[in-house]
């Protein structure tokens, strides 16, 4: 708070400060801060002569495809899942506290090395990683796998399936709805 007082009282008496510069050989140009202010001002100038819009369904599909890659999984799974989650919402924060497109909880989004959750690549990698985890430890049953990824595997095991949680059942039901009605129609 200090320097900010004396940086702001030392530019508001532009005539005691002067800003000094070589010029030539060694010779010493110096010139009141008052008469720079005096000159010139610089500009920039911006203009947008046009605005293509991108569906947002759409507007990560570089990210989902560098995440399929990396982690082997089915594009169409992971933008059903981010449908779901977060409906394609980077800011998305849920009442427990998940975070960005695919709503990775803190600690999950910390466990996988996410710096920022709410960095569109960060998540998307991190929720495909995770995602794949889960297919893995679920030997590719995607129903378990998804309600592993909105209960917690914990809740899975303890119950030896989908949990009863309404919200998980009508979850697994969603994603998977929204993964066949992709796949049926062709949409990526």
Known sequence: MRTLLLTAAALSAPHA??????????????????SIASGPLP?????????????????YDG???????????????????????????????????AL???QLMP???AELG????????????AGARHLKQLLVSHRGNVKLALA??????????KYRGIPPFRETRNYVKKVTALL???????ND
């Open 114 to 125: 996410v710096d920022d959750p709410l960095d569109p690549r960060q998540n998307i990698m």
């Open 148 to 157: 592993s990824y909105n209960a917690g595997p914990g809740n899975v095991a």
């Open 43 to 59: 500009s920039i100038s911006v203009s947008i002569d046009s605005f293509d819009p991108v569906d947002v369904r759409h507007a």
């Open 180 to 186: 066949a009605g992709a796949k049926a129609t062709g």
């Open 17 to 34: 400060a002067s800003v000094s510069a070589t010029k030539g050989w060694g010779r010493l140009a110096t010139a009141s801060l008052a």
């Open 63 to 97: 990210f989902i495809a560098e995440a399929a890659d990396a982690y082997n999984i089915d594009p169409l799974m992971i933008r059903a899942v981010m449908q779901a989650e977060s409906a394609f919402n980077t800011m998305a924060v849920s009442p427990v506290g």
């Open 100 to 102: 960005g497109l695919m």
């Open 107 to 109: 600690e999950v989004a």
